[in-house]
């Protein structure tokens, strides 16, 4: 399964963490998730998520988006990720991630976020 | 039934640092060579209560772990309202000064984490004489920051909350969940703009580079330990500052991040017992 069909699998996560949609039920933002090559467009309501838009969208304004490469989330996605690339953070400071746009949601939120982008690491469990 | 009392007591000291009173606030337990622990940038002395309850450690020392001023139990000097808050070398290191001065320490070993590693090698530069051994935890001469401190403290943004959420990704993920929880809960009981401040040091005034060549370990020995999921001090910047240093120990402990005491207290034991062990002789 490649990074983005595991990321594709984020509204069914996210379902089954009522936890976190709890620790986000104050956060609604429209924001984008480039998983490698491929964009993913999260409408987030109440901290669930409304929509996951997969792929290429005409003008579609969002307002921050976190990207990084396949290898990236490749490793960041395993149950125990190796040093350097077991935070979205680690991951920014070797230059294999990125966050642009209006990052004040994206802060307001982090630890919600952090935990949301680290869902598919639950599929790679017993793996 | 007895009640169940951890063994370490709390208390607070008079003392002035620079010429200012201050009340600083710090726990204690054991007896013997005297061991001065540092908390990291907008934590507090909690971090090292492990520490501070482990018999193998106090039948041989007298920890003593003691909140900066404006963190913890240590309020802030009078007047604070007036300024922003910035730790500088020179401040932090007066600060330590004073406390062992304060409590009529002799010669005590100052273990120091993250800031508080870096001082140590600062301490180690400028009042070797003073100790009888420095460990310097997840410590370098010079890190690369890795995020803008301005998110820290402003009103949009829960100042605890993300200063948490920041420095969540420096645990291991290796480390107990209930002991991470701890961890990150400190940390959101700063003061507002006190870790901000911290990091004035860190990354603006505390540029150790060059300077740490001057180390002399024959003077006093000098210990590096940092943890290999450390990406804010990585065990490279850790190596490469050891290398500078002729008569180092460094060591980099597995499974362990950035908060070695209080994220995983069983792992870092192992780690940190030799090296009291070899202190005490």
Redesign the interface.
């Known amino acids: 399964m490649s990074p983005a069909d595991r990321f594709a699998a984020l509204p069914d996560l996210l379902s089954g963490d009522p936890d976190l949609r709890r620790r986000g039920r104050w956060l609604s933002v429209d924001c984008r998730v480039d998983i490698g090559a491929e964009p993913f467009f999260l409408s987030i309501r109440d901290g669930a998520l409304d929509a996951l838009d997969r792929g290429p969208k005409l003008m579609r304004s969002t307002a921050f988006t976190v990207r990084a490469t396949d290898e990236a989330w490749t490793r960041y996605w395993v149950a125990?990720?190796e040093?350097?690339w077991?935070?979205?953070?680690?991951l920014?400071?070797?230059g294999a991630a990125s966050m642009d746009g209006d990052?004040?949601p994206l802060?307001?939120n982090?630890?919600y976020f952090?935990d949301l982008l680290a869902l598919p690491r639950q599929s790679a469990k017993g793996a | 039934m007895a009640p169940k009392l951890d063994p370490m007591v709390g208390r607070y000291v008079r003392t002035e640092i620079d010429g200012v009173p201050h009340r600083l606030y710090f726990e204690e337990a054991g007896q013997g060579i005297p061991l001065v622990c540092l908390h990291t940038a907008g934590a507090d002395n909690r971090q090292y209560r492990h520490l501070l309850a482990d018999p193998e450690i106090t039948r041989r020392f007298r920890v003593l772990a003691f909140d900066l001023p404006w963190h913890g139990k240590s309020t802030p000097p009078d007047g604070w309202e007036r300024g922003e808050y910035r730790l500088t070398t020179e401040s932090y290191t007066a600060a330590i000064r004073a406390f062992c001065r304060a409590m009529e320490l002799d010669k005590p070993v100052v273990m120091g984490c993250s800031i508080g590693g870096r001082i140590v090698l600062n301490l180690a530069i400028a009042h070797a004489a003073e100790f009888r051994a420095l460990i310097a935890l997840e410590a370098a001469d010079f890190q690369q920051p890795w995020y803008d401190t301005s998110w820290l403290h402003r009103p949009d943004v829960h100042g605890g909350e993300v200063c948490a959420a920041l420095v969540s990704g420096l645990i291991a993920p290796q480390s107990p969940p209930v002991h991470r929880h701890e961890t990150l809960w400190m940390y959101m009981q700063g003061g507002p703009g006190v870790f901000k401040g911290d990091l004035y040091f860190y990354r603006v005034d505390g540029d150790l580079r060059e300077k740490v060549k001057s180390i002399d370990t024959k003077i006093c020995p000098l210990y590096l330990l940092t943890g290999e999921y450390d990406f804010s001090c990585t065990p490279d910047d850790t190596l490469r500052t050891a290398q500078q240093i002729p008569g180092i120990e460094v060591q980099i402990m597995k499974e362990v991040g950035h908060f070695p005491m209080s994220e995983h207290p069983a792992k870092f034991r192992e780690y940190i017992l030799p090296v009291l062990a070899k202190i005490a002789g």
């Open positions: 125990i990720p040093p350097g077991h935070d979205l953070f680690a920014t400071k070797r990052l004040r802060l307001q982090l630890q952090k």
